[in-house]
């Protein structure tokens, strides 16, 4: 049954007084605006300008400008803090109350040596993972994008995947754990200087409610039936492929076609409900078309402005890295940046000539179209309504794009077949994509969280990190794990410190913004065959709410496009109906269970160094491991 969550707004940190405003503090409190919101976004700009150049040529000493950089603008932002501090919010404006507020939040460490560190910390992490290669058996250096990602989608051989997936975890994991370490009490040493709790608290206040724990826990429970519904069929399937893939088990990580069973999208060929339809992968016709990675930036781009958005802006395709270079060191993982100055707007991606990377495309090009569109807003107010507003943006449209119809439409897809059984292709594919990330989305800063408030210790980093994945994603690690490995490292956004909560609250509101746009654009039928492209009345009102920025607390963003305050699974659960009910059908005839045991989840193995001595083990590993980085970096 559908619940819908009413979303309450932080009392501590945006309650308005009904007292009267005093003009000489409101006086005050904006001569002190203006003059930050003039200086914020050139400071902002310096400290993004090192870090760009830093992740588009990993050297030494990029890594220098971009910690001194840093530095420099922490500084700024802590001198902004401890001024804003001192007006008195009951005496101000409800707007001008709100930036104050929004300033004077920081997790930041009040001393300039941690804030050094910390930074060096990050970028050491980030070192480690975007140099990180898989040595191949005949000698080649293997790099997770494309070669790794290369290997995992397109092979089906059961230890070949597995070979990588355990490369990659031993070629990064072990050199960031102690890293890890320390940047986890250096981030808790800001937070509480600041007056939060600890890290995982100040990340949570972004989403101005008090409970968002146990709000993520009440979607996540209202989609798990529609998640285990998918993984019985996924297994099912995957069992007449490989004999390790056991009825009733927890299903071994490595044979998703994703490196961190995120995304199953990879192995649709070995799940596919009907094998006489058309394919519904465009890298095919992408390549025997010519497709260049800028023409697929432009075909993006062509969305955006069919509904009416702003076109990007010259010094976009100017300054983006759009392909991955072959004379230096980058970081791969895609990524959309706003400079804030000059409509200076960019991407960062290792674009490849595959449908997969066509849809990331779409997703930070949904970036951009928010940075432009907030760009008349306030400094403090240039950001998304909440993280997972920025994330559902591109997603949205991905929706739409991501349609057969639309795909024939552009000339990507041969034909498009309106019966059933297409319709049921189409949304298992999607389903692969969006219902199959649902539980990772969710368990990430579940552990995070549990990590910053202690619950979780470097003594059980990796047990725990096991658990939670085999208890929500019904997976399990292939090969035993030991805490002399770190396999949470060897996701991007753990060493790159990136709060992950967002994107599982954006695939649920994306569903709604669909749904919405939909109604906007007079769609009618079932919600999986709505595309949005050339309605201006649909990116009209997509567009009024990318404008607000975080002017107003997210749920009135929300109700500005959905009509409603609340964040609702209904879109989502309503989008995959057809889908939901034949899954059911094919359970019911076939007989597979559904659910999983969590034996499995960790393994110390039965080796006396990893069973006994595990934990003292992996302290004197990290130790020699921090200290060889140390001499590194």
């Known amino acids: 049954m559908r619940i819908l969550y009413i979303i309450f707004i932080i009392t501590v940190s945006f309650e308005f007084s009904d007292g009267a405003i005093d003009p000489e503090e409101e006086r005050n409190a904006k001569a002190f605006l203006d003059e930050h919101n003039r200086r914020a976004p050139f400071e902002y700009r310096n400290s993004e300008l090192a870090l760009w150049n830093y992740e588009t040529n990993l050297t030494d000493f990029n890594q220098a400008l971009k910690t001194q950089a840093s530095l420099a603008f922490s500084m700024f932002t802590q001198s902004a803090l401890v001024n804003a501090s001192k007006f008195d919010a009951n005496k101000l404006s409800e707007d001008t109350k709100r930036q104050i507020k929004l300033i004077a ?21 980030d070192k480690i993972y975007s140099s990180g290669k898989v040595k191949d058996a005949n000698g080649e250096m293997l790099s997770l994008n494309p070669d790794l990602y ?3 989608a397109e092979s089906r051989d059961y230890e070949r995947l597995l070979f990588v997936w355990k490369g990659w975890r031993d070629a990064v994991g072990p050199a960031i754990r102690p890293l890890y370490q320390q940047f986890v009490d250096i981030s808790n040493k800001g937070a509480k200087e600041n007056g939060w709790k600890d890290n995982g608290e100040y990340w949570r206040s972004s989403y101005e409610v008090e409970n968002l724990e146990r709000i993520a826990e009440g979607l996540y429970s209202d989609l798990k039936p529609l998640y285990q519904e998918l993984h019985a069929y996924v297994r099912y399937k995957l069992s007449q492929q490989y004999s390790q893939v056991k009825s009733g088990d927890a299903i071994p990580a490595h044979l998703f076609g994703n490196m961190w069973a995120q995304s199953w999208a990879n192995i649709y060929d070995l799940v596919e409900p009907y094998g006489n339809q058309s394919s519904l992968d465009v890298t095919r016709n992408m390549v025997k078309q010519g497709y260049t990675e800028l023409r697929m930036v432009q075909l993006a781009e062509s969305f955006f402005t069919s509904i009416g958005l702003d076109p990007l802006p010259q010094s976009f395709y100017n300054r983006s890295m759009i392909v991955k270079p072959k004379d230096r060191g980058v970081v791969c993982h895609a990524s959309a940046w706003d400079f804030l100055i000059s409509r200076d707007v960019r991407i960062k991606q290792c674009t490849t000539i595959t449908h997969d990377s066509l849809v990331t495309t779409h997703h930070e090009l949904g970036h951009i179209q928010y940075f432009l569109q907030y760009a008349h807003q306030p400094y403090e107010y240039r950001t998304g309504a909440n993280p997972g507003f920025h994330e559902a943006v591109g997603d949205t449209l991905s929706l739409s794009v991501d349609t057969p119809a639309h795909l024939h439409r552009i000339g990507l897809l041969d034909a498009v077949s309106n019966n059933t059984e297409s319709d049921i292709n189409a949304l298992m ?12 989305g969710f368990l990430i800063d579940q552990w995070r969280w549990r990590v910053f408030r202690g619950e979780i210790t470097p003594q059980n980093y990796n047990r725990k990190w096991w658990e939670l994945r085999t208890k929500y994603q019904g997976i399990k690690p292939p090969v035993c794990r030991t805490e002399n490995d770190f396999d949470p490292g060897a996701k991007y956004h753990i060493p790159a410190n990136t709060p992950y909560i967002r994107y599982f609250v954006s695939y649920v ?9 939909c109604e906007a654009a007079g769609h009618t039928g079932p919600l999986h065959k709505c595309s949005i492209y050339n309605s201006t009345a649909a990116g009209g009102k997509l567009g009024a709410m990318l404008k607000l920025g975080k002017s107003k607390p997210w749920p009135q963003a929300l109700k500005a496009m959905t009509g409603t305050e609340e964040m609702d699974v209904g879109p989502l659960t309503e989008y995959f109906k057809p889908l939901i009910t034949w899954m059911k059908a094919q359970r019911a005839k076939h007989g597979y269970p559904i659910g999983w045991s969590n034996e499995g989840a960790y393994s110390d193995c039965n080796i006396s160094m990893a069973t006994t001595a595990g934990p003292a083990m992996a302290s004197i590993v990290g130790s020699l491991l921090l200290a060889i980085a140390s001499l590194l970096y």
């Open 105 to 125: 939040a920081s997790a930041s460490p009040k001393n300039p040596a941690d804030i050094k560190r910390k930074s060096e910390l990050n970028s050491q992490m």
């Open 150 to 152: 290369k290997i995992l």
């Open 429 to 440: 594919k999607m389903a692969l994509s969006k219902v199959a990330f649902l539980p990772f």
């Open 509 to 517: 509101i994306q569903f709604q913004f669909h749904k919405a746009a």
